[in-house]
C-alpha cells in the first residue's frame, strides 16, 4: 500500500514538474517568478468573473412626475392624410413617413411609422395618449416625431415640467426637464408654437420645437446635431418664407 502511494505520489509530481518546466520565461523574469505572475492574472480574471456574472444584472428603474397639463385641443390627424420628414445628420439624410388611417379596433385614429430602419403603428386617442395609458409626454420606445400628447396644450405662454427619475441598487438621480413657449412663429407658411426644451444639466442650446397651431404636429426640430423638417403635409408647405 506504501508503495502505491509513493508510486502515485511520484507520478503526480512529475507531472508537476514537466508541466512547470513548460512555463514560459518571461523577458527578465525566471521560470519560477513567470509562473507565480501567471497565476496571479488567472486569479485575478476568475475573481472579476465570478464578480461579475454572479452578480444578478443591475436593473435600472425609470419614473416620470409629470407637472399640470392643461390641453386646450384634441387630436387634429385625419384619416388618409400622409406626412413626411427629412432628418438632417453629419451622416447624411434620413426620410420619415407617416400614414393615418382608421380602423374599427381603434377609437381614435391609427399612425403608421415608416422609415429605412423601423416601422411601427399606434392608434391615438382624440386625448393624444394612447389606450390604458396616462403619460404625456412621449410613448416610451413607441414615440413618433410627428405627434406627442403634450403638444395638445401647446399656447403663446405654453409652460410645463417632468421629473425623470431614474433608480438603481439604493441610489438616484432626478433629471426635470422645462417645456417653455416663446410665441408665435411663422414656418414654412403655417403658424407654428415655438417651444425650447431643455434640463439643468444642459450646458448647450435647447431642443426647439415649432408645434403647428392647427393641426398640432412637428413642423420643425433643432436638437443640435440633428434637424427635422416636415417636408410633405395634408396642407401647404413654404419654405422660402
Not at 517568478?33 to 464578480?51: H, P
Request: glycine fraction near 6%.
Amino acid at each position: 500500500m506504501d508503495k502505491h502511494k509513493k508510486s502515485k505520489k511520484e507520478g503526480i509530481m512529475g507531472m508537476l514538474s514537466s508541466a512547470y518546466q513548460k512555463v514560459p520565461e518571461f523577458p527578465y523574469l525566471d521560470r519560477a517568478t513567470t509562473l507565480i505572475l501567471i497565476l496571479c492574472v488567472v486569479g485575478y480574471l476568475g475573481f472579476t468573473a465570478y464578480i461579475f456574472f454572479s452578480e444578478p444584472p443591475m436593473e435600472i428603474e425609470m419614473k416620470l412626475l409629470e407637472g399640470s397639463l392643461s390641453k386646450n385641443s384634441q387630436v387634429a390627424l385625419a384619416a388618409g392624410e400622409h406626412y413626411s420628414y427629412i432628418a438632417q445628420t453629419p451622416e447624411g439624410d434620413q426620410k420619415i413617413e407617416y400614414f393615418v388611417s382608421s380602423s374599427p379596433s381603434c377609437q381614435g385614429v391609427v399612425v403608421q411609422e415608416q422609415s429605412a430602419q423601423s416601422s411601427q403603428s399606434l392608434c391615438i386617442l382624440p386625448s393624444g395618449l394612447l389606450s390604458g395609458e396616462s403619460v404625456n409626454l412621449n410613448y416610451g420606445n413607441r414615440s413618433i416625431l410627428l405627434f406627442s400628447p403634450w403638444m395638445l396644450a401647446a399656447s403663446e405662454n405654453f409652460s410645463w415640467k417632468v421629473d425623470t427619475t431614474y433608480s438603481a441598487k439604493g441610489l438616484s438621480m432626478t433629471i426635470p426637464t422645462y417645456f417653455a413657449s416663446k410665441g408665435k412663429q411663422q414656418i414654412a407658411g403655417r403658424e407654428a408654437y415655438e417651444i425650447d426644451i431643455s434640463d439643468e444639466l444642459d450646458s448647450g442650446s435647447p431642443t426647439r420645437f415649432f408645434v403647428d397651431s392647427e393641426k398640432r404636429v412637428l413642423l420643425l426640430a433643432d436638437l443640435g446635431n440633428l434637424t427635422l423638417r416636415m417636408t410633405i403635409a395634408p396642407f401647404a408647405l413654404n419654405w422660402t418664407e
